[in-house]
């Protein structure tokens, strides 16, 4: 069996910036795929599109189970027995995931007649049927420190995705252009994975029993769907409320400015959780890992905030110059946002999801409330608001955990390789 090769802290900055080139690659397709778009579509068919994909993406939450993390943390002497469970857990899970998409999709085309909306929602439901036979070997390959590899996997996928989508949205010029690249990018990712870690389960082994993913598996699911909420929810709202064409212009605006800035924040998140897992001063750790992080962000956060007004109607065209300040008060989000994550990663590495949980759910709450009260004042008042409760409520959370965090005196991590 192969030595686990563990992230160190001090792979942690060369990990963030392959993790954030690999982010930043994929939101700069999606932006590219947003200019084709926003020049080629009508906002009605953004819009359709943009439902169907916001009720996907709610859905797709639901993989993350905590499954993967348990792996990554596992001791040694536990790791193969771990992955034979968590295969079985993946397998089953994702199958019971495309059956729930399926039904939503049905209730959907019972509740509005829209079968196109259906079929969308079930192709969508594909990339089920491709994730379980991957997810183990991602696992190990993040284990043993390889993030830099596993982030230009999966950004391969999405940038391919996304630059057959602006093809896509030249021929068709429909929301299948939006759609259909997203299942036909995800064998990218699953063969991928599955050549950068091999794995095969060691026959005769048990696994462990269930209940070792279970109550930290719940925990870490219950954040992973409210936090697609707190994304997703929004649109779905602004859809009912405004309608399709609204929607539409709501989601270029969404990709334009929190899509592209909020890339760092999720390269954060991944890079720092197994870091804080093998630090021997966690506290230390984090510290630094906040403080390069947001030194680094922040900044280019700020300036693209400031170059709204002129990117916009470069970029989408003089007919969408007006969503140039919704645009920047959307960039503005992403700053409490890899606050928060810090915060969020560290009660993850401490065994406490379950704290996170709790406040990522008030955090969601708040958010669908306010677009549901500000929406039929008009989008950039919804983006204001949008800012302002993200800002409240994510720092007012993150503060008081970071603070008790980095008063931890010196301590040794928990180790989990065999030296």
């Known amino acids: 069996m192969r030595t686990p090769r563990f992230p160190t802290a001090g792979s942690f900055a060369s990990h963030l910036m392959a993790l954030g080139l690999s982010d930043v690659a994929q939101r700069a397709s999606r932006l590219a795929v947003v200019v084709v778009v926003a020049r080629n579509l009508d906002a009605g068919a953004i819009g359709l599109a943009a439902g169907a994909m916001a009720a996907s993406d709610l859905l797709k939450a639901l993989t993350e189970n905590g499954v993967n993390q348990r792996i990554i943390a596992a001791p040694e002497a536990d790791l193969e027995a771990a992955c034979i469970t968590g295969r079985k857990i993946h397998r089953a899970w994702c199958l019971g995931l495309f059956a729930l998409q399926v039904l939503v999709g049905a209730g959907v085309w019972a509740g509005t007649g829209d079968a196109l909306v259906f079929g969308m929602i079930v192709l969508l439901a594909g990339e089920y049927l491709v994730m379980p036979a991957g997810l183990i070997h991602c696992a190990l390959a993040m284990r043993e420190g390889r993030l830099a590899r596993t982030a230009a996997i999966g950004g391969t996928q999405v940038v391919f995705a996304n630059l057959l989508t602006a093809v896509l949205a030249l021929v068709l ?18 063969i991928g994975m599955r050549r950068l870690r091999p794995w095969r389960p060691v026959p005769g082994l048990e696994g462990l029993p269930l209940r070792h993913f279970t109550g930290y598996g719940a925990a870490v699911l219950g954040v992973e769907v409210v936090k697609a909420a707190r994304l997703q929810a929004d649109k779905l709202v602004i859809g009912l409320i405004l309608g399709p064409e609204l929607l539409g212009a709501y989601f270029l605006a969404f990709n334009a400015g929190l899509g592209l800035a909020s890339s760092f924040a999720n390269a954060f998140g991944v890079a720092l959780f197994p870091a804080l897992c093998r630090a021997e001063d966690r506290a230390q750790a984090l510290r630094r890992a906040l403080l390069l992080s947001v030194g680094l962000i922040a900044p280019v956060v700020v300036v693209q905030a400031l170059l709204a007004p002129w990117y916009v109607p470069i970029l989408f065209g003089a007919k969408w110059a007006g969503m140039s300040a919704i645009v920047s008060t959307l960039c503005l989000a992403a700053i409490p946002a890899l606050v928060w994550t810090a915060a969020a990663q560290w009660l993850r590495a401490e065994g406490r999801p379950a704290l996170e949980f709790r406040v990522t759910l008030a955090m969601t709450v708040l958010l669908i409330a306010n677009t549901a009260l500000t929406a039929p004042f008009g989008l950039g008042v ?34 989990l390789a065999n030296a």
Do not use: D, K
């Not at 949008?386 to 008790?404: D, K, N």
């Open 173 to 190: 010029a429909g929301p299948l252009a939006l759609v259909l690249p997203r299942l036909i990018a995800a064998p990218v990712w699953l």
């Open 382 to 415: 919804t983006a204001a608001g949008y800012l302002a409760v993200a800002s409240l409520t994510q720092l007012g959370a993150a503060l008081p955990a970071l603070a008790s965090a980095l008063r931890l005196p010196r301590r040794p991590a928990l180790r």
